[in-house]
């Protein structure tokens, strides 16, 4: 981050919503668009006043950047993001970014069968990544998404325009299997005939992520999980997103979401309380 000017003004180039709840926006940030790896986040100024006090975090969606633009999926949970979905074309918004550490590690070329695993909102960032590793030769992509009902399930057809196999779980059954989205990764893992995979990539709630990389781990697969965390500054001063970690010596400590995160080894991060 040192050395890198990461205070910008956008410009909304749309604001839409997509579904009850939730909203797309695009906002024109070449800068961004040229610099940002999938998993990275920008930390946007809701507004140029006292309220909301804190800025808002959102994963880096999708990426135009040819266009020099950026896309956000936002889940309406509050007053801040209330007003974001709110904020018409041509309006300016200042950000920090990108932040943190990303799925930095797509570049990998023995990741040739991978899993991507989204849950809910979470599922913005694996799009961006869907994007990333499309082009790559022989590549073999399974996307599971999991929601509590229909109405939040998101993406389908953004992954199915890549041409990656969909699968979807929902809680009440409204959508797909009526299931756990975990539950179908524990089932085409342990189908011997198409469990080919190197990698699990996966976003969304903690308890979500908290059984994708203990799955993961039965299989002794690498995964990758990019963590949901309240967070107060965004550069790493404050420390309130810590999470607890555990290192390959098995010593318990804290890393920060906001700049060792959000993405982390599956094996890395402390479950203990989750």
Request: proline residues 3%; charged residues 25%; glycine residues 12%.
């Amino acid at each position: 981050m040192e050395g890198r000017n990461l205070l910008h003004k956008l410009r909304v180039v749309s604001n839409l919503r997509v579904s009850p709840g939730y909203f797309k926006m695009v906002l024109f940030a070449p800068r961004i668009a040229q610099s940002a790896y999938p998993g990275q986040f920008i930390y946007l100024l809701v507004e140029n006043t006292c309220f909301p006090l804190l800025r808002r975090a959102f994963s880096v969606h999708r990426v135009r950047e040819e266009k020099g633009e950026i896309e956000i999926l936002c889940k309406i949970r509050g007053e801040g993001t209330k007003l974001l979905s709110r904020k018409r074309e041509g309006e300016e918004i200042e950000a920090i970014g990108p932040l943190g550490r990303g799925f930095e590690c797509f570049s990998r070329e023995d990741y040739q069968a991978v899993v991507l695993v989204g849950g809910g909102v979470g599922i913005a960032p694996l799009v961006f990544l869907g994007e990333r590793i499309k082009n790559r030769k022989g590549m073999k992509v399974l996307v599971l998404i999991g929601a509590k009902r229909r109405e939040e399930v998101l993406c389908v057809k953004d992954f199915q325009d890549l041409g990656y196999k969909v699968e979807v779980a929902t809680e009440d059954g409204s959508q797909g299997r009526k299931a756990l989205v975990s539950e179908l990764l524990a089932e085409h893992l342990a189908n011997a005939e198409v469990c080919a995979y190197n990698v699990v990539y996966s976003s969304g709630p903690l308890p979500m992520l908290k059984e994708v990389a203990r799955i993961s781990g039965e299989y002794r697969l690498s995964s990758y999980v990019c963590v949901e965390q309240k967070m107060g500054c965004g550069i790493g001063v404050c420390r309130g997103c810590a999470i607890g970690v555990i290192d390959k010596q098995g010593r318990r400590g804290y890393k920060r979401v906001c700049r060792d995160g959000p993405v982390f080894e599956g094996g890395e991060i402390d479950w203990t309380y989750v």
